[in-house]
Nanobody, 126 residues
Framework: QVQLVESGGGLVQAGGSLRLSCAASGRTFSVNGVGWFRQAPGKEREFVAGISWSAGTTYFADSVKGRFTISRDNAENTVYLQMNSLKPEDTAVYYC???????????????????WGQGTQVTVSS
């Protein structure tokens, strides 16, 4: 099993930045890809960004391209989501998720992720 724990959420003004962390423990060697998803009140959970663990290739939703970056620290088994130029519409609970079988074409399919964190709240005020 793999445990994922998110941290770094909080309240920030529009235009500000936050960095979310996703720390993995347990059988982390089984994880080949990590994704960040978010769910705003009254909306479905959506893909935000993803990264392949071995190659470090990154993927982003159109809504966050140019504003968010995703990176990983192999030694610390941690994935980061750097969020810049935040907008009120970025307000949501952010979740990280890990998957065993990683394919670039399926990075946004949340149903194919094997492990999930508990989520961290991000609130952007206008």
């Amino acid at each position: 099993q793999v445990q994922l724990v998110e941290s770094g959420g909080g309240l920030v003004q529009a235009g500000g930045s936050l960095r979310l962390s996703c720390a993995a423990s347990g059988r982390t060697f089984s994880v080949n890809g990590v994704g960040w998803f978010r769910q705003a009140p009254g909306k479905e959970r959506e893909f935000v960004a993803g990264i392949s663990w071995s190659a470090g290739t990154t993927y982003f939703a159109d809504s966050v391209k140019g504003r968010f970056t995703i990176s990983r620290d192999n030694a610390e088994n941690t994935v980061y989501l750097q969020m810049n130029s935040l907008k009120p519409e970025d307000t949501a609970v952010y979740y990280c998720a890990g998957k065993i079988v990683f394919r670039a074409s399926r990075v946004a399919y949340q149903g194919e992720y094997d492990y999930w964190g508990q989520g961290t709240q991000v609130t952007v005020s206008s």
